[in-house]
T-cell receptor
């Protein structure tokens, strides 16, 4: 069982919908991450939160809006997505500091109609 | 251009034999390397890591070797078991792993046949 929990596991939405992906960890980790993974491709970093502050935004379009309400939760708000945004969205967390190991959730499979 | 390369998309090995998965990188600033294993419909699971100050790290059946001069690392699994069948991702980070900016390879699908 993964220690990083992501909900929902699957999401189908239209291009005009607004939805949110949720991620939760209770390992006391202070860094949390969103990755996007397309089929047959490696995960690609989208955002990094460190101590609940956004520290990295890898030039992600504004239709993706991350939020870190507290040290255990990480959300990804979605609005006006495009069909090419269909992918597996992975959340990860790690202890802060050097040589950290990231622990991943099982992901949310997102399909945009 | 890919900074982390796994040139073998797939590998098939007989149960009990050694599996060797390879990874090359181009960025000399990388100083921490990790291997993740991924089953279908699950997220990547951390397997083993190595920092650039070492050339070998061992954990049970899994050993990672790092050759900094060749910018190459490999994961050895011995003996291989059918449950090891999964996609293996090599990942690298720089600047002491700070900010957690992991760069992943494309993965190698390992099949261990009974």
């Amino acid at each position: 069982d993964t220690e990083v929990t992501q909900t929902p596991k699957h999401l189908v939405m239209g291009m005009t919908n607004k939805k949110s992906l949720k991620c939760e960890q209770h390992m006391g980790h202070r860094a949390m991450y969103w990755y996007k993974q397309k089929a047959k491709k490696p995960p690609e970093l989208m955002f990094v939160y460190s101590y609940e502050k956004l520290s990295i935004n890898e030039s992600v379009p504004s239709r993706f809006s991350p939020e870190c309400p507290n040290s255990s939760l990480l959300n990804l708000h979605l609005h006006a997505l495009q069909p090419e945004d269909s992918a597996l969205y992975l959340c990860a967390s790690s202890q802060e500091g050097s040589f950290e190991t990231q622990h991943f959730g099982d992901g949310t499979r997102l399909s945009i109609l | 251009d890919q900074q982390v390369k796994q040139n073998s998309p797939s590998l098939s090995v007989q149960e009990g034999r050694i599996s060797i998965l390879n990874c090359d990188y181009t960025n000399s600033m990388f100083d921490y390397f990790l291997w993740y294993k991924k089953y279908p419909a699950e997220g990547p699971t951390f397997l083993i890591s190595i920092s650039s100050i070492k050339d070998k790290n061992e954990d049970g059946r899994f050993t990672v070797f790092l050759n900094k001069s060749a910018k190459h690392l490999s994961l050895h699994i011995v003996p291989s078991q059918p449950g090891d069948s999964a996609v293996y991702f090599c990942a690298a980070s720089g600047h002491g792993g700070s900010q957690g900016n992991l760069i992943f390879g494309k993965g190698t699908k390992l099949s261990v046949k009974p």
